[in-house]
Nanobody, 119 residues
């Protein structure tokens, strides 16, 4: 069982920055993939960025130039630094952990953090 506790997010004007943080209850070196997803109003939840314990990092086209995902093994945490935020970045952001189990990949989710970009 993996518990993910998120913090950060909030309100920001376009062009501003916010950071999200997610702390895992287990050693993140044992977690195959940590990532951030988001779900805007009326949208399905989709990947923002992910980082694997192999070192592989993945971004989406909308996030690759403005967002940075990083993991801190010492603190069992993963962060998402978001710069130059736009209205369309408004969403609930979820931390995700994918654990490679003998029966397959198991997903764990944080509770979600609201990010509002407004002017």
């Amino acid at each position: 069982q993996v518990q993910l506790v998120e913090s950060g997010g909030g309100l920001v004007q376009p062009g501003g920055s916010l950071r999200l943080s997610c702390v895992s209850s287990v050693d993140i070196k044992s977690i195959f993939q940590l990532g951030w997803y988001r779900q805007g109003p009326g949208d399905i939840r989709g990947l923002v960025a992910s980082t694997r314990n192999t070192g592989e990092i993945e971004y989406r086209e909308f996030s690759e130039d403005r967002f940075t995902i990083s993991r801190d093994n010492a603190k069992n945490s993963v962060k998402l630094q978001m710069n130059n935020l736009k209205h369309e970045d408004t969403a609930v952001y979820f931390c995700n952990a994918q654990v490679d189990c003998t029966t397959g990949i198991k997903n764990y989710w944080g509770q979600g953090r609201q990010v509002n970009v407004y002017s």
